[in-house]
């Protein structure tokens, strides 16, 4: 059973609607679909999503149309995901109030991290805030531990905010790449590494072998607080 946010999917093709259902519900996301502008108004009207994604070549109604209609109705986020490459109709989407936008074909990995961090922007309530000894506050961009401020780049933080999030979980390193940098190269993998290492530095009490932030070999990094 699945018991994780409510996404909309609003996509034409019935084998692309198949392939993103299938991607979201192994991330244990519940999942709707629409097949045109009108049916996902009305799908909105009837159960209350929390998060769109939307191709922009669709029947009926197009899907800058169809962006609009529910921006005068609605704030849930929206990620366009579409054909469509060129940088005008990336900017005219987020300008119109798209709040992402991922081009087809689409890497399954990327679609995951950003429709994670879309959801973590969009409900900062959901985020955790303290683990064990140390609590994060996230309105100084700051992470304490036992009551004592930890120095912390702001990348620094980005990332411990994102394993803080999952804390007790896997975060698998090309999630956290893109999640960071939007993409997954060995550059950004040299960059992760050099930022874990740093991190142990300032909270493991043995950053040799350490015990809170772990690595998982050949899989990611987990958090254990």
């Given amino acids: 059973m699945q018991t994780g946010e409510y996404i909309l999917i609003v996509e034409d093709s019935a084998s692309m609607r198949q392939t993103m259902r299938g991607i979201l519900e192994a991330a244990g996301h519940r999942v709707g679909e629409a097949a045109d502008g009108d049916a996902a108004l009305a799908a909105l009207e009837s159960q209350a999503a929390q998060l769109m994604l939307l191709d922009l070549s669709m029947p009926k109604m197009r899907g800058e149309d169809v962006l609009a209609a529910v921006r005068k109705r609605s704030r849930v986020p929206i990620i366009v995901v579409s054909g ?3 940088r005008e109709a990336k900017i005219a989407a987020l300008a119109n109030g798209a709040d992402d936008y991922v081009t087809k ?11 994670r961090a879309v959801l973590r922007r969009a409900n900062p309530g959901n985020s955790r805030d303290e683990l064990g000894d140390f609590r994060i506050d996230r309105s100084r961009a700051q992470i304490w531990h036992k009551g004592n401020a930890i120095r912390l780049t702001a990348m620094e933080y980005r990332l411990i905010g994102l394993l803080f999030d999952y804390a007790g979980q896997i975060v698998l390193f090309n999630d956290i790449t893109r999640e960071l940098w939007q993409r ?18 300032k909270l493991e ?14 899989l990611g990094y987990r958090l254990k607080l």
């Fill in 105 to 115: 074909p689409f890497d399954v990995a990327e679609l995951i991290a950003r429709v």
């Fill in 205 to 218: 009490d043995s950053p040799d072998q350490p015990k809170r932030l772990v690595t998982e070999e050949n």
């Fill in 84 to 86: 469509e490459e060129e």
């Fill in 184 to 201: 997954d190269d060995e550059q950004s993998r040299a960059t992760l590494r050099v930022l874990i290492w740093r991190l142990r530095q």
